[in-house]
């Protein structure tokens, strides 16, 4: 009895002290496993008489359940604490600045050479001008003199969202046309404005992607000339490439899609 004792008080005392669950499931393992202390000493029950059985039996049984409910009950405990720590480490901390590190990551290269083009033309006259990325048939097409028939409107080059209860069909823009049509209605002349934005084509190979960014520019006034276009076009290359003498090229070309 007295070594049923001191192994219980053995047991008791390396689950209390057990740092974490696995250590915890060492301790199980040894004491209540296949090969554990107490289970060695259950085997030999049967090696006693029946009166010594019986006594050693149950003294045998109530450490058993004592170390089982112990080891349980520090489960949970180590659970709990575990749990705990995981928590506070994704808790956020309310007081902390919401100004963001602007020496944390860096602008998009697409965002860079758009605000670089907007900056350039705006400095030039320019007004920036956007739009919605999804539109309706008239200012994308209809406005844009794309008639019904026109292959543009082809389901394989557009992406047309599900009919609407009117029968109408919004689609994502096509291009950044639609800017000017917008512009044109809410404004009068002069209108000087540069419209960059992301457009979606169904339209996917080596050179092309479903959504890829345009600009394009409108200008309306009175006594304005192609002249005025190469002029804005050579000083945009001159200044966007850093260079003082551009030879450039002017010469037409047929666009089926537009």
């Known amino acids: 009895m007295e070594n ?28 209540l496993g296949k090969k554990g202390r107490i289970t060695g000493l259950m085997k030999n ?6 009166d010594q059985r019986r006594e050693f039996g149950q003294t045998l049984n109530a ?7 112990a080891i349980d009950t520090r489960k949970t405990a180590l659970e709990d604490a575990a749990l705990e720590a995981r928590l506070s480490g994704e808790r956020i901390d309310v007081t902390l600045s919401s100004r963001p590190d602007e020496t944390a990551g860096r602008i998009h290269p697409i965002s860079q050479t758009i605000d670089e083009i907007v900056s350039i033309f705006g400095e030039m006259g320019f007004a920036l001008a956007e739009g919605p990325d999804v539109e309706d048939d008239f200012h994308n097409f209809t406005a844009l003199n ?30 950044t046309s639609p800017v000017q049509i917008r512009t044109m209605q809410n404004k009068t002349p ?13 339209d996917s190979d080596m050179t092309h992607t479903p959504m890829f960014h345009q600009v394009e520019g409108l200008v309306i006034d009175k006594k304005t000339h192609m002249g005025h276009l190469k002029g804005c076009l050579l000083e945009f290359v001159k200044t966007y490439f850093e260079l003082d003498d551009v030879p450039v090229r002017y010469r037409p070309s047929f666009f089926p899609f537009t």
């Open 146 to 175: 794309i008639p019904p028939e026109h292959p543009a409107r082809e389901m394989q080059d557009t992406f047309y969202l599900p009919e609407r209860e009117d029968g109408s069909r919004l689609v994502l823009r096509t291009h």
């Open 63 to 69: 450490v058993k359940d004592q170390v089982a409910g």
């Open 4 to 31: 049923i004792e001191a192994l219980r008080e053995e047991v008791l005392a390396e689950v209390e002290n057990a740092a974490d669950l696995a250590v915890l499931e060492d301790v199980r393992i040894s004491a």
């Open 45 to 50: 029950l049967g090696k006693m008489d029946p």
């Open 190 to 202: 002069p209108i000087r404005i540069i419209a960059p934005g992301r457009t979606y084509r169904s």
